[in-house]
């Protein structure tokens, strides 16, 4: 189970602070016919729009697509792309950016696909403008801790996903101190690891000590890696006893944040500051990269994020099944943790950012770019040259009600958090490698997203 606070900029959404690398990343792709996986019949084809986000601004122009990449990109004074080969689709002033990258998701596959499950999570993820999901160790069953389970979470996803999806392995102690159980996990394609200072809140996942983490990072510096840390450490003097039975709601959020006192994270980040210096030069993980997840400091959070100092967003979508919310209950200490919010991440971002001068640009930066070096994704991440072809055309001023009747693609839309909103931007179009996978309430045919494993 994973925890999060409120942000005053993007509530419910977490926050990463990272240093950025790259590592190879094997390059995969669907068997099944074109006519299966897009809903445009085209191989070879132009996007057009008003609003092109690319690393360099955003500009007026054309993207040419070939075969799933990015081949050309023009600006609308260089009229002669108009001509050329190929198809094209013109989206007037809607707004076409790369493809959200999403590295932090729970999917429950396999074993818990009945909380959430890859097909309903991917049709989610791509109605949201998200074209590659990374999926957390944990929630499904077993955790995926071995080369072995990560292989069983690998065979779930194959032709069940409509983006691509890559995969974390789990930190834990039954494989910390063995360097060949991690060297298998990482072989086998894990993007990372994550682990947890406190209880996951789930029996097969238990917490780490810092003398774990040493040994995680000693084997990630040999593949340039990274480690994904879920940082509270419970304090002795500090415990859940504090809550008084009678006196303290346990309906109120307020309550419940008393079982999370600051401090926990306070302690975990010092310890882990500590762990830093071997990732030094000379160090035993000299090299390797340590990523705190859930950064919660809502006072300071605005500040650190314009001025560079979280590089990452990402959704900690974390479902369960209704009766496990206690939704008519309201009980905060007892209630399943996390948010439901896949399909919610570009317009929530876009509506809370925007009121505090959030850019298009920085959108891209935050979601897109920043998460695909993250995770390694050389070919993702921006609208470039030579990249996969992962675009989201969406309408950033359009306004829409998130109610009973908009269509949500989750298994459980009832328990997102998000439902009863207002919110502004639309997804109209998602494309995955060239593949058109969404478009106005509409999938491709077959799921043809791709495992994203890294060699």
């Not at 998701?105 to 403008?129: C, I, N, Q, V, Y």
């Not at 077993?142 to 032709?159: H, N, V």
């Not at 999370?260 to 830093?276: D, F, G, M, N, Y």
């Amino acid at each position: 189970m994973e925890y999060m606070l409120l942000w005053r900029m993007l509530p419910l959404l977490a926050l990463g602070a990272s240093f950025l690398f790259l590592f190879y990343v094997q390059n995969y792709s669907s068997k099944l016919p074109h006519k299966e996986c897009s809903l445009l019949p085209y191989q070879r084809y132009w996007i057009a729009s008003k609003r092109i986000v690319t690393p360099q601004g955003v500009i007026s122009g054309a993207v040419e697509i070939k075969e799933g990449k990015i081949v050309t990109i023009v600006k609308e004074e260089d009229r002669h792309w108009n001509s050329k080969e190929g198809h094209v689709v013109d989206y007037g002033e809607a707004v076409v950016m790369p493809g959200l990258i999403d590295m932090h998701a729970h999917l429950d596959d396999p074993g818990r696909a009945d909380w959430e499950g890859f097909p309903s999570g991917t049709k989610a993820a791509a109605a949201g403008g998200i074209t590659t999901l990374v999926d957390m160790p944990l929630n499904n069953f077993p955790s995926t801790m071995s080369q072995e389970t990560l292989k069983l979470k690998i065979e779930a996803a194959k032709e069940r996903i409509y983006v691509d999806v890559g995969f974390w392995g789990g930190l834990v102690p039954e494989n910390a101190f063995n360097s060949s159980s991690l060297e298998g996990l990482l072989n086998a394609g894990a993007l990372g690891l994550k682990s947890f200072m406190c209880p996951s809140g789930i029996n097969d996942f238990p917490m780490t000590n810092i003398n774990h983490i040493k040994e995680g990072l000693s084997v990630l510096a040999k593949y340039r890696r990274p480690l994904l840390v879920h940082a509270e450490l419970q304090q002795d003097s500090e415990s859940h006893l504090e809550i008084k039975e009678g006196s303290d709601d346990p309906r109120l959020y307020s309550t419940y944040l008393k079982t999370r006192p600051p401090s926990w994270e306070e302690a975990a980040i010092k310890e882990l500051v500590t762990v830093t210096k071997d990732t030094r030069n000379g160090g035993p993980a000299e090299g390797a990269h340590l990523h705190i997840v859930h950064l919660s400091d809502s006072s300071s959070s605005l500040d650190l994020i314009k001025e560079g100092h979280i590089d990452v967003l990402s959704s900690d979508h974390s479902p369960t099944l209704p009766e496990l919310k206690l939704l008519d209950d309201g009980n905060f200490l007892k209630a399943w943790g996390g948010i439901s919010s896949l399909q919610f991440i570009l317009p929530v971002t876009w509506s809370y950012g925007q009121k505090y001068g959030v850019t298009l640009e920085q959108l891209a930066l935050w979601w897109s770019e920043r998460p695909a070096k993250l995770a390694g994704l050389e070919l993702k991440g921006a609208i470039a040259v030579g990249n996969h072809a992962d675009i989201a055309i969406w309408e950033p001023e359009v306004e829409f009600d998130l109610n009973d009747g908009y269509t949500v693609y989750l298994k459980h839309p009832s328990i997102s958090a998000y439902m009863g909103s207002k919110l502004s931007g639309r997804t109209l179009a998602t494309f995955v490698r060239g593949n058109l996978v969404y478009k106005k309430e509409e999938h491709a045919p077959a799921a043809c997203g791709v495992p994203i494993l890294a060699r």
